[in-house]
C-alpha cells in the first residue's frame, strides 16, 4: 500500500499541471453552477492538487494531514456542489492518468476515489452540528455578549492584556496569545500572553508559516507539522486554534487558543464562534483611541500593592520585609492572598498576570 501511495502522490508532483489544466477545462464547461460557486471550486481544486503534491516528501497522505486539509479548506467547498468537485477530481486524474503507462494502475485509481470520499466524510463531520445545537448555540452567543461588554468597556491597546485575560476566562481556554501583523514587512510577532518573553520570540514572515499565510480561522488537533517544532517546545502545544483579527479588509494579526498542553477538540460551530471573536477585535483595534485606558477592577490593598510592584523588580521574601517593615511570614502571607487574587500559581505569574491586566506598567 506504501508503494502505491508513493507512485499516487508522485503522480500528482509530476504532473501537477496537467491536472490543473484538465480540472479548469471540466469546470469551465459546466453549465449549471453560478460564476461564484465556479470560483470557489476553482480555488478547491487547486489547493487539493497542491497539498497532494506536497506529500511526496513525506511520501503517502496522512490522515491528520488530510483533515486539517479539509478543515482549512471547508469554507471553499460549497455543499451543494461538493458531488462537482469529486466529479472533476476524478475525471481530471483518470484523463492524466490514462496517459500514462502506469503498473498500478487500477490500484492508483481505487486510493485516488478513497481519498476523495475520505475528503468528503471529513468535510461531513467537520460540518454536522450536535444534537444540542439550540443549547450550545444560546451558550455561545451569551460569551460572544459578555466578550462585546469587555470591548465597550475597554479603549485602546493599552487595554488588550486586560482584554486577552477576559477572554480566556469567557471561552474557557487556559491560553490566549496575540500575534500582530506588519503589512508593509509581511511579518508576524508575538505580542502579548502569559510567559511574555517566551511569546515575544515569536516573529517571522508570514509566507514562511502555513497558519498565518492562510489568514483564516484553523484548528489543530495536533499542530505537526504546520507549527514550528521550536513553538510547540516551548509553550507544550498539543491542540491549538488560530484566529485571524479583521475589520474591513484589514489584518491586524491573529489570536491564538490553547489549553496549555492538554488536547481538545473544537467544532466547526466553536470556530466560527471564535471568527466572530477576531472581527469584534479587529473592529476595536480600528476605531479612535479615547481617553484613559480601563484598568482591572480588582481590589488591592496598598501593602498589596506594594508587594506587587516588588516582586515585579524581582525583590526576594527577605528583602521586601526590611523595606516594609514586615516579617517574611507576612510577605508570605501577603503573597500567597496575592496568588489567590490574581488566580496564579506562583510568584512567576503573579508577575505576569499583574502585567496583563494593567496593575502594573
Same mark, same amino acid.
Given at each position: ?6 507512485? /499516487?502522490?508522485? +503522480? ?5 499541471? @496537467? ?18 460557486? *465556479? ?10 492538487? @497542491? ?6 516528501? &513525506? ?15 471547508? @469554507? ?24 500514462? $503507462? ?6 492508483? #485509481?481505487? #486510493?485516488?476515489? @478513497? ?9 461531513? *463531520? ?22 462585546? *461588554?469587555?470591548?465597550?468597556? $475597554? %479603549?485602546?491597546?493599552?487595554?488588550? =492584556?486586560?482584554? +486577552? ?14 500575534? !500582530?501583523? %506588519? ?26 508559516? =502555513?497558519?498565518?499565510? #492562510?489568514?483564516? =480561522? ?7 507539522? /504546520? ?32 489549553? &496549555? ?12 464562534? #471564535? ?16 481617553? *484613559?485606558? /480601563? ?31 514586615? !516579617? ?9 492572598? +496575592? ?6 500559581? $506562583?510568584?512567576?505569574?503573579?508577575? !505576569? ?9
Amino acid at each position: 500500500m506504501k508503494k502505491i501511495e508513493f507512485q /499516487y502522490v508522485l +503522480l500528482y508532483k509530476i504532473h501537477r499541471d @496537467n491536472i490543473l489544466n484538465e480540472s479548469m477545462i471540466l469546470l469551465e464547461n459546466i453549465e449549471d453552477v453560478d460564476l461564484s460557486h *465556479k470560483q470557489d471550486l476553482r480555488q478547491l481544486v487547486v489547493a487539493f492538487v @497542491n497539498f497532494v503534491a506536497k506529500q511526496v516528501t &513525506r511520501k503517502e497522505i496522512e490522515e491528520q494531514s488530510l483533515n486539517h486539509w479539509v478543515q482549512m479548506h471547508s @469554507n471553499d467547498m460549497p455543499f451543494s456542489k461538493s458531488h462537482i468537485f469529486i466529479e472533476v477530481m476524478n475525471e481530471s486524474f483518470m484523463n492524466v492518468l490514462n496517459r500514462e $503507462n502506469q503498473p498500478y494502475q487500477e490500484d492508483i #485509481l481505487v #486510493l485516488h476515489k @478513497n481519498v476523495l470520499h475520505r475528503v468528503i466524510s471529513y468535510y461531513l *463531520k467537520w460540518m454536522e452540528h450536535p444534537p444540542e445545537i439550540l443549547e450550545i448555540k444560546q451558550k455561545y452567543m451569551q460569551q460572544l455578549d459578555d466578550f462585546s *461588554k469587555i470591548l465597550i468597556e $475597554n %479603549n485602546g491597546t493599552e487595554d488588550l =492584556p486586560y482584554i +486577552l485575560a477576559r477572554v480566556e476566562e469567557i471561552f474557557e481556554f487556559k491560553r490566549c496569545v496575540f500575534v !500582530s501583523y %506588519n503589512p508593509w514587512l509581511k511579518e508576524f510577532s508575538g505580542v502579548i500572553g502569559e510567559e511574555l518573553s517566551k511569546v515575544q520570540l515569536l516573529r517571522g514572515k508570514i509566507e514562511s508559516e =502555513p497558519v498565518f499565510a #492562510l489568514k483564516r =480561522p484553523l484548528f489543530l488537533k495536533k499542530p505537526e507539522p /504546520y507549527v514550528q517544532q521550536v513553538a510547540i517546545e516551548m509553550f507544550e502545544l498539543s491542540s491549538i486554534i488560530f484566529i485571524p483579527i479583521v475589520h474591513d479588509h484589514q489584518l491586524y494579526g491573529w489570536l491564538t487558543f490553547d489549553q &496549555r498542553g492538554e488536547a481538545f477538540d473544537c467544532t466547526k460551530l466553536q470556530l466560527d464562534l #471564535l471568527e466572530k471573536v477576531g472581527n469584534r477585535l479587529g473592529m476595536y483595534l480600528s476605531r479612535r483611541q479615547m481617553g *484613559k485606558a /480601563y484598568r482591572y477592577s480588582l481590589e488591592l490593598s496598598d501593602k498589596e500593592l506594594a508587594i506587587l510592584h516588588l516582586l515585579t523588580e524581582g525583590s526576594s521574601n527577605k528583602e521586601m520585609a526590611e523595606l516594609l517593615f514586615l !516579617s517574611e511570614f507576612t510577605i508570605r502571607d501577603y503573597i500567597q492572598k +496575592l496568588m489567590i487574587k490574581l488566580r496564579a500559581k $506562583n510568584r512567576t505569574q503573579i508577575v !505576569s498576570m499583574a502585567f496583563r491586566m494593567g496593575l502594573v506598567d
